[in-house]
């Protein structure tokens, strides 16, 4: 009865769950899935995320499973140079970032949360199918499984971090509607290859019209020097399926826009067809909540601010989220104020953030030498655009984002 629920163990609930044990906070997580497996292709972990992630102890285990990024590059698709910065530690900041599977971060924090908090503090087959609350608690309703049987778990106070498709924020917005799409679909997937460029480069490469690329390690090289390589390929169109981020996709729908994609550097297409798995997903998001806070029951990372993802700060966002949170938590007794403390410092953050990845992520700079050159390769990059344009557009993300080094040492 004095726990706090956290409905869903993704990266969201499983670092809440941490940040709440480690505060004194009991909570107990229920997943939906029957087994929590490492699933998924690679994400980037910015330095504002894996600050919040050192702080809880677990650097050292990020770093055994990931590739510690040091730059990132972007290319036009001819593979001509643009622009090239330092990242993380590289580029003087206090964390590293980390470019990381997203299962090998789930079990590093699943293990760290089963041995910190307990193996019974996570329950899996509890899908949620609703939730009420009085003045003194909250109830929610969980079966095992699509029609199984219901049972009802209560608690001081829930937090909703069930993802993209949550049940909660359903309830509370049954008439959101569909999804916005992007006019972008993307096929993700995660190739064994020789180390690329620096071997810890974060590369983009080419525009949305003609087929857009980005590429980085998730893994370190074996005994066989091939490093695990994740790849994402956009490509604007009209044909979307509903978002699902475990579908598995076709390489002949897509790699016509990368055929000849033969560098010096890299050959694309040879990358796309060795890969161990391609899964595809329409680049989509949901318009910034006006509350995401009613009573005794909140919302979390991707049940509350589902972004496109672009600019590496989906999961990042979340673990923002759960600082913040475990923050006015620890701060305020009252579940209800605390939660309206929590919104207040998040929700006007991230919607810059959901606005900003729809019009001026980071990869904006591929679309402004698009734009430029009209297409077509250019003699010297310095024809086409300054570096203090470059970098401002660079730079302009990461403070909207909240990782740059100003914002982080404040």
């Known amino acids: 009865m004095d726990d706090i629920i956290i409905v869903g163990g ?13 505060a004194g906070i009991p909570c107990r997580i229920f997943e939906s899935a029957p087994e929590i497996r490492a699933i998924g292709v690679g994400i980037n972990l910015l330095p504002h995320a894996t600050r919040e992630l050192a702080a809880l102890g677990l650097e050292a285990d990020l770093a055994r499973v990931a590739i510690a990024t040091q730059d990132a590059t972007f290319f036009n698709r001819f593979g001509q140079l643009i622009y090239q910065e330092p990242l993380g530690r590289a580029a003087g900041y206090d964390h590293p970032q980390f470019s990381i599977h997203r299962g090998d971060l789930q079990m590093v924090l699943l293990e760290a949360f089963r041995v910190r908090a307990g193996a019974d503090r996570l329950l899996t087959n509890h899908h949620c199918v609703g939730v009420e609350q009085d003045g003194t608690s909250v109830s929610v309703h969980f079966s095992a499984g699509p029609g199984g049987a219901v049972n009802t778990i209560r608690g001081r106070a829930a937090i909703a971090c069930d993802g993209i498709n949550s ?38 490469a080419g525009w949305l019209s003609h087929g857009k690329m980005v590429i980085y390690p998730i893994r370190a090289a074996g005994s066989d020097g091939l490093q695990l390589v994740n790849w994402v390929a956009e490509i604007e169109t009209p044909v979307y399926r509903k978002r699902d981020w475990n579908r598995v996709g076709t390489i002949d729908d897509f790699i016509g826009a990368f055929a000849d994609w033969h560098f ?10 060795a890969a161990d798995s391609v899964l595809e997903f329409p680049m989509v998001d949901q318009d910034p909540l006006p509350r995401w806070s009613f009573g005794r029951v909140t919302l979390l990372g991707d049940a509350a601010h589902p972004m496109v993802p672009r ?100």
Do not use: C
């Open 167 to 204: 049940a909660v924020r359903k309830q509370f917005f049954p008439g959101e509607g569909e999804p916005r799409y992007s006019g972008v679909n993307m096929w993700r997937g995660v190739t064994r290859w020789k180390p690329i460029l620096s071997g810890a480069s974060l590369i983009r």
């Open 264 to 273: 010096d550097w890299l050959d694309v297409p040879a990358l796309i067809r």
């Open 311 to 410: 600019g590496s700060n989906g999961a990042g966002q979340a673990i923002l989220d759960t600082r913040a949170l475990t923050s006015a938590l620890s701060g305020i007794e009252d579940p209800v104020a605390a939660f309206a403390a929590y919104e207040k410092q998040r929700l006007e953050a991230t919607t810059r953030v959901v606005l900003t990845n729809r019009t001026n992520p980071p990869d904006a700079i591929l679309r402004e030498v698009f734009q430029r050159t009209h297409d077509r390769p250019f003699a010297s990059i310095d024809d086409v655009i300054s570096r203090d344009e470059l970098v401002a557009l660079s730079d302009g993300y990461k403070q909207i984002a909240g990782y740059s080094k100003e914002a982080l040492r404040a």
């Open 10 to 22: 993704g990266i969201g609930g499983l670092t809440l769950g941490l940040t709440l044990h480690a």
